[in-house]
């Protein structure tokens, strides 16, 4: 079992950035890999980005490529989301998620999930 706790969400202005943080619990949960998802107001939730288990393997939504960064400190047992350049329709709820997969995150299943935090991009 793993438990996923995300953070770091909020109000920003176009052009700002944030940084969301999610830190899993768990005996194994540092052998996991990780991804964002969001799902905005009356949408469906998207991929935004994941991250194989040691760290490597990085994958981005088109939409977020060049902007968002996502990292993975083991030690920490913490992922991280780099958000800049914020778009109005990057509102949306965050959600971080954990697989065992290794390759081909983006349409990977996601057996943990965590909450959600609330990103609000203004014009």
């Known amino acids: 079992q793993v438990q996923l706790v995300e953070s770091g969400g909020g109000l920003a202005q176009a052009g700002a950035s944030l940084r969301l943080s999610c830190v899993a619990s768990g005996r194994t949960s540092s052998r996991y890999s990780m991804g964002w998802f969001r799902q905005a107001l009356g949408k469906g939730r998207e991929f935004v980005a994941a991250?194989?288990?040691?760290?490597?393997?990085?994958y981005y939504a088109d939409s977020v490529k060049g902007r968002f960064t996502i990292t993975k400190d083991n030690a920490k047992n913490t992922v991280y989301l780099q958000m800049n350049s914020l778009r109005p329709e990057d509102t949306a709820v965050y959600y971080c998620?954990?697989?065992?997969?290794?390759?081909?995150?983006?349409?990977?299943?996601?057996?943990?999930w965590g909450q959600g935090t609330q990103v609000t991009v203004s014009s």
């Open positions: 991250v194989g288990w040691m760290g490597e393997n990085m």
């Open positions: 998620a954990a697989t065992l997969e290794r390759l081909r995150l983006r349409t990977a299943k996601y057996d943990y």
